[in-house]
């Protein structure tokens, strides 16, 4: 039985963008790399896919591509395009929805298809803007794309795909937003992770988080990461996607930039690995804070900075330092709070109740701009007992767990 897959894209011009206007517009690219394949795409690079959209990832095994290369030994034959290892596909029937940033101008992708492929585009109040058909281009080793662009006047606010099951994939999806219109502030949080510990001579990686979960998207970022030059030897810097660099290297300090970030949760990541020096004595705290500068459509002088990692030299294991949060309980009211987050990164709140029972999903909130969160948990309706109470941050990965107790009622 054979599988396939491609990649559709939609072209769609009415009327070209003037010099003057491309000045407020801001375009955006989605590669779809670095993601585990089959997983579902719901929140992605400021779009949001409905309807059986899947991360795709040569690298299984399970697919009939990248044409002319050799393909698994499952009775297909080669005759898909890719652009890298990840693309988009969507299960079931073959239809999915993109739904785009308010105020986008144009829509664009690179596609592969053995099939006919049809991209309709709607306005907000759901009218058909157009459509377009893409042709069959499988077996010849190239990705076709194609680009829709809005009247003037208007915008897009979604798009269906709709084609045969399995038989067509999508790449580099890339949109256009008009800042201008109606601009959004940003809100970034910059977040670091790493080992809590960290012994001589050891490869130490630290992952460095940047998610944009503001309504407004942001054009460029600059953060200037320090480091102890005297502990730390830098090795290098791995980043999740194009468009993300190291472009400055100073002893004790580098600086990385973004490039755009979508608005509504778009995320990049830079992973570094630095080399403990032999000679670094135990009980050195190796963690420092990173700034963060940015452009968006509200400010040219945004400003940031990331948690301070708990990270130090010594012999012991690594993730040994969960933190107690500050835990009051009086009446049938729990109170809460714990600090050392990245300021605005989301903290995952549940407990554990006696005995092994699951865990109690309490509540999901972001970080103030202190780093800092805090709230109550009603004890009413919560049987007599001993529980823990654990807040979990998203991003920097920090556990706090405290204990209480609960009376008989």
């Not at 395009?81 to 990840?86: I, K």
């Not at 208007?154 to 269906?160: C, L, M, P, S, Y």
């Not at 960290?198 to 630290?206: H, I, Q, Y």
């Not at 005995?355 to 309490?362: Q, Y």
Request: charged share 15%; glycine share 10%.
């Amino acid at each position: 039985m054979r599988r396939y897959l491609a990649i559709v894209l939609i072209v769609w011009s009415l009327l070209s963008v003037s010099a003057a206007a491309a000045q407020s517009q801001q375009t955006f690219t989605l590669d779809f790399e670095g993601f585990p394949d089959n997983q579902s795409i719901d929140a992605y690079g400021g779009l949001v896919f409905h309807f059986g959209w899947r991360f795709g990832d040569l690298r299984s095994g399970r697919y009939n591509a990248p044409f002319p290369e050799s393909c698994p030994d499952f009775g297909g034959t080669c005759a898909f395009a890719v652009n890298g290892n990840g693309f988009a596909r969507v299960s079931g029937d073959g239809r999915g929805w993109i739904f785009l940033p308010d105020n986008t101008v144009s829509f664009s992708a690179l596609v592969s298809t053995s099939d006919p492929l049809t991209f309709t585009a709607f306005a907000a109040n759901g009218t058909i803007l157009g459509w377009v058909v893409a042709d069959p281009n499988t077996f010849t080793g190239q990705l076709d794309r194609v680009t829709l662009t809005a009247p003037p006047n208007q915008t897009i606010a979604t798009v269906e795909v709709s084609g045969t099951r399995d038989t067509w994939l999508i790449d580099d999806v890339q949109y256009t937003v008009n800042v201008a219109r109606g601009a959004q502030p940003a809100r970034l949080v910059l977040a670091q992770r790493v080992d809590d510990v960290a012994r001589p001579g050891e490869v130490l990686a630290l992952d460095l988080v940047l998610e944009n979960y503001g309504r407004g998207p942001v054009f460029d970022a600059t953060i200037e990461l320090p480091f102890d030059d005297n502990t730390l030897i830098l090795l290098d810097a791995t980043p999740s996607r194009a468009g993300v660099w190291v472009s400055e290297v100073q002893p004790g300090l580098m600086t990385i930039r973004t490039g755009p970030l979508a608005a509504n949760r778009d995320l990049v990541r830079m992973t570094i690995r630095f080399r403990v020096r032999d000679e670094a004595p135990n009980g050195v705290a190796i963690g420092r804070l990173a700034r963060l500068a940015y452009r968006d459509g509200v400010t040219d002088f945004g400003r940031g900075q990331s948690n301070v990692p708990r990270a130090t030299i010594g012999p012991g294991p690594e993730l040994t330092y969960w933190r107690a949060p500050e835990i009051t309980v009086a009446g049938q009211t729990l109170t809460y709070a714990a600090a050392g987050f990245a300021p605005g990164e989301p903290v995952g709140i549940w407990y554990n109740p006696p005995d092994g029972a699951p865990p109690v999903t309490v509540t999901t909130v972001r970080a103030d701009g202190d780093g800092r969160v805090s709230g109550t948990l009603s004890l009413r309706d919560v049987p007599a007992g001993m529980y823990t109470l654990v807040l979990y941050s998203h991003h920097s990965q920090q556990t706090f767990v405290g204990e209480f107790v609960v009376g008989a009622k």
